[in-house]
């Protein structure tokens, strides 16, 4: 059975630190790359940032390049999402996919690439 769980969203201050955890189960997690997407209320879901199995590949949006750091642990099944200096406009609901990856260092910010959603997490950044 596939599974995902999400975790580590929360209320912060304005440039507090945040790091969000995502636990996958059912298939082997070093052939799946990782992603993590955001909606803010009334936005579309963008594309926060992505990690290839072997870790050698990350891609990240500008938005959020120098403040987030995408990793993963392929020993623990669990890719990370640290968030640093945030800012009330990073307020959303965090979304960790995956999908299956055609190189171990292969990657992609496209969301019609994964095919695994959680169920999301909600980060709250207050100014």
């Known amino acids: 059975q596939v599974q995902q769980a999400e975790s580590g969203g929360g209320l912060v201050q304005s440039v507090g630190s945040l790091r969000l955890s995502c636990t996958f189960s059912?298939?082997?997690?070093?052939?799946?790359?990782m992603g993590w997407f955001r909606q803010a209320p009334g936005k579309e879901r963008d594309f926060v940032a992505a990690i290839s199995g072997n870790s050698g590949t990350t891609y990240y949006a500008e938005s959020v390049k120098g403040r987030f750091t995408i990793s993963r642990d392929n020993a623990q099944n669990t890719a990370y999402l640290q968030m640093s200096s945030l800012k009330p406009e990073d307020t959303a609901v965090y979304y960790c996919?995956?999908?299956?990856?055609?190189?171990?260092?292969?990657?992609?910010?496209?969301?019609?690439?994964?095919?695994?959603w959680g169920q999301g997490t909600q980060v709250t950044v207050s100014s």
């Open positions: 996919a995956n999908g299956p990856i055609r190189s171990p260092s292969w990657a992609s910010s496209d969301a019609s690439s994964y095919d695994f």
């Open positions: 059912g298939r082997a997690f070093s052939s799946r790359f």
